[in-house]
């Protein structure tokens, strides 16, 4: 049996008649930007997320140039951030105008050190960016404690972590705003681009929500000079169908999770991730380390098995950073983790057949001799 590395098909037929009853109806009643279903999901994704008021936007990466604009970044501010992420985390420092400061990651959590933040501040930082990445949540507690004393904001990069928990409070109230990101592949996907700022303040929602929408007060009178950055209905309509089933599809994520570290606890070659004991981790992505990961890619794939690598090479080697001048060495963390890491099938539809074929693969995984 195949087991593609992510299957997005909706596999109940239920959610999918739902699904375009909904869009049948939206069809007719001329609903294109904005309007009911946006507010009504940013309600509800707000109330998810633990209470906190909700914007939804046309983007992840939008979200996080937003709520860096939000609290107050303009040129000549930088950033802290972790050179292991998608690249949207850093562009987005640029794009608001800052510059981006780059710290390694904790080698067992993968999101930000807390050790290491402070030696990177300066007299012009004014932000920390905080990565959940792969579906776990940095440690919260020591960043915003330096952030305060140092008078800071932190923002959530929330894209990976959809339903997330620190200390058992959701991404999205863990700090001054969180972005998320609702493209197909996250855990709340939809059927195009999406995202959303979360945010406990009043004042970074409002001015979100006005830049947003061209920096309006009213149809043709505008406060300042904003952007377009709005969600459809269409994805709106959809997400909340999506979001009644995001807390099971979690669950089952943790499950598939949870199946993958058995078959692996006697298994020397690979090791599973490291799950904090102040998280609850959504899995977006299942990312073991192995020092031979050319074989088990290989091994995989003549098994019929997808995979993937996330991310192949961090952010400060790219060439889009060369004006920072790093170099290899700089973040040994980031750099040891890309070049030994590898994703595993993880969605939440995911069959017990095809869990079962990747356990079988991984138990019997050796470097030295074919598993086929
Ligand atoms: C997906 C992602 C983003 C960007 O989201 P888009 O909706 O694709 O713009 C930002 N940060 C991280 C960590 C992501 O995984």
């Known amino acids: 049996m195949a087991v593609p590395f992510l ?34 999901f940013g309600r509800e994704f707000g109330r998810y997320c633990g209470g906190g008021y909700c914007v939804p936007v ?3 990466t939008d979200a996080l140039v937003l709520a860096l604009k939000a609290i107050g970044i303009k040129s000549g501010d930088e950033v802290i951030t972790v050179p292991f ?38 007299p012009r930082t004014k932000a920390i960016i905080a990565v959940h990445l792969f579906g776990q949540t940095a440690d919260m ?33 863990l700090a001054d705003a969180a972005c998320f990101s609702f493209y197909p592949t996250k855990n709340l996907g939809g059927f195009g681009d999406g995202g959303a700022v979360v945010s406990s303040s009043e004042t970074i929602i409002k001015t979100i929500t006005q830049i947003a929408d061209h920096g309006r007060m009213d149809r043709y009178q505008h406060a300042v000079e904003g952007t377009n950055s709005r969600l459809d209905a269409f994805q709106a309509a959809l997400l909340r169908i999506k979001l009644r089933k995001l807390e099971q599809q979690n669950e089952r994520r943790r499950s598939i999770a949870e199946a993958y570290n058995q078959a692996l606890v ?10 904090e004991t102040y998280a609850k981790h959504v899995f977006h992505l299942y990312t073991v380390q192995t020092s031979h990961r050319d074989v088990l890619m290989d091994q995989l794939k003549q098994n019929g098995i997808g995979c993937g690598v996330y991310y192949p090479l961090p952010l400060h080697l790219q060439p889009a950073y060369a004006r920072l001048k790093h170099k290899r060495g700089d973040f040994p963390v980031s750099e040891q983790l890309s070049e030994r890491i590898v994703a ?21 995984f050796s470097p030295n001799c074919r598993t086929v």
């Open 266 to 275: 006697n298994n020397a070659f690979i090791t599973s991730p490291h799950i």
């Open 85 to 122: 992420t998608f690249i949207a985390t850093a562009e987005a420092v640029t794009l608001a105008g800052g510059e981006v400061r780059f710290v390694d990651i904790h080698p067992k959590s993968y999101t930000i050190d807390p050790a290491l933040i402070e030696k990177a501040v300066t």
């Open 7 to 40: 299957d997005l098909k909706i596999s109940d037929p239920v959610i999918r008649d739902e699904m375009v009853s909904t869009l049948s109806r939206l069809i007719d009643t001329n609903s294109f930007i904005g309007g009911m279903e946006v507010d009504e």
């Open 141 to 173: 507690d020591p960043i915003n404690e330096i952030a305060s004393r140092r008078g800071l904001k932190v923002i959530e990069d929330a894209a990976q972590a959809h339903g997330a928990e620190y200390k058992g409070r959701r991404a999205g109230v």
């Open 58 to 60: 046309a983007n992840g």
């Open 344 to 364: 595993l099938p993880m969605f939440g539809d995911m069959s017990d057949g095809q869990v079962q074929e990747v356990c079988r693969f991984l138990k019997s």
